[in-house]
């Protein structure tokens, strides 16, 4: 390798794009191309960085596996930090199986890290744990051992285990400055960021109020029992019960957290339920089906009851009844909860994390374009969307993760 191709790599491990573009950006070979597509990706022009990428897997030769394979891993980097989550698994599997094999453990490293964020993002948290537990960070150059503090930080919030995302935040801000590159001391900021910023709201009694993180793990761990409206699910400290796949029932539920001690008019319930406003017979007969299933389904924690005006949620165990809500709930709001990261996402790649058709995502994101909260650019397979952070929106990490077989 020669001089100029050892100084753009040296310039671009210490984050300094401009730097290595300055040393190989009238060459066409294949480290130079390969060079300059990564730094296209850090300065931001992700289309230009893959197909630079791509001209660079292809000029190497076929004895140059290796170098066909971290090209591989970058152009997966590349798809992940541009949201294209249905960039193929499998071939990065092969490229990390040739690093491994040609005793290159920094870049496979790196590959299985990417496969590990994948699974965080579209809410495979057992198979993204499974897949950290294989890797040992300690020998590892410090801005993969941040990467690697970043995933169990981000696998922890999901699992609302703060504290060990506070200290995994810690040691990565700490491998971070030892790296020596800004982006990645400032993507570590914002990750710390989340922590401080407000996931979900409080209903009880009438009343509401903002929750950090940390407060909604004390509050599921507590004795109250929680009407979870982020989850679509009513729990206590020791069980669970999911109306994920029930909607009406779960509606009915949080209607009768919220009034509770007090119970709901049948009229309420009608309207929350089923959006009717002038109801008949058949409306209340089919109430009274739904508030028996929901009977059913909440016998372990709660019940039922019957009242003169219309029906009351009865706690088994808990001495209090809350809803935890998001922050702030209007049509289409998971869509924007993933567009609130600031990054560029395909409708593609947001049904794969939400676990929604595609079409169900692209008429969210259109209804959200017409009342100009997200932006598009881009043709075709290219289109992307995207909006700045929104105050206020909660963070994907109250989600509910795509069912099993979705």
């Known amino acids: 390798m020669d001089s100029l191709i050892t100084a753009a790599a040296r310039a671009l491990a210490a984050g300094d794009p401009l730097g290595a573009l300055k040393r190989v950006a009238l060459r066409d070979d294949a480290p ?16 230009r960085a893959k197909a630079l990428m791509r001209r660079a897997a292809r ?28 960039w193929p698994a499998k071939t990065l599997d092969a490229a990390r199986a040739t690093l491994e094999a040609h005793g290159d453990r920094v870049n496979a490293a790196h590959a299985r890290y990417l496969a590990v964020r994948r699974l965080l993002l579209i809410g495979r948290l057992d198979e993204a744990e499974r897949t950290l537990a294989d890797l040992d960070p300690a020998p590892l150059p410090p801005a993969l051992e941040a990467a690697h503090e970043l995933v169990v930080a981000g696998i922890a919030m999901r699992r609302l285990q ?38 979900a709201r409080l209903l009880a009694r009438g009343e509401e109020r903002p929750l950090l993180l940390e407060e909604v793990e004390a509050l599921l761990a507590s004795e109250a029992l929680v009407v979870d409206a982020c989850r679509h699910a009513v729990r206590d400290a020791g069980t669970v019960v999911s109306l994920a796949t029930r909607p009406v029932l779960f509606a009915l539920a949080r209607a009768l957290g919220e009034a509770w001690p007090g119970d709901v008019p049948r009229g309420t319930l009608l309207a929350r339920a089923f959006g009717a406003k002038h109801a008949d017979e058949s409306h209340r007969a089919r109430l009274r089906v739904e508030i028996g299933r929901l009977r059913t389904m909440l016998r372990p924690l709660a019940g039922v009851s019957a009242t003169q005006r219309g029906f009351a949620l009865v706690p088994r165990r808990a001495a ?29 790649a947001l049904a794969l994390a939400l676990g929604a058709s595609q079409r169900t995502v692209q008429r969210g994101l259109d209804a959200l374009a017409a009342a100009g909260k997200v932006q598009s650019f881009g043709r075709g ?26």
């Open 59 to 86: 000029a190497f030769g076929p004895r140059e596996s290796v170098a066909r394979a971290r090209c591989v891993v970058a152009e997966a980097e590349i798809a992940l930090a541009s949201r294209d989550l249905g």
């Open 381 to 406: 397979r290219a289109l992307r969307w995207m909006t700045p952070p929104v105050p206020g929106f909660t963070t994907t990490l109250l989600l509910p993760a795509p069912l099993p077989g979705d």
């Open 320 to 348: 209090e009844v809350v809803v935890l809500a998001r922050p702030v709930e209007e049509q289409h709001a998971a869509v924007l909860a993933f567009l609130a990261d600031g990054e560029s996402w395909s409708s593609s």
């Open 32 to 47: 130079a191309l390969a060079l300059r597509g990564i730094a296209m990706a850090q300065l931001g022009d992700l289309v």
């Open 162 to 199: 703060t504290q060990a995302a506070r200290a995994a935040l810690v040691r990565a801000g700490s491998a971070a400055r030892a790296a020596g590159i800004p982006a990645l001391t400032a993507e570590v900021e914002s990750a710390s960021l989340v922590l401080n910023t407000p996931a």
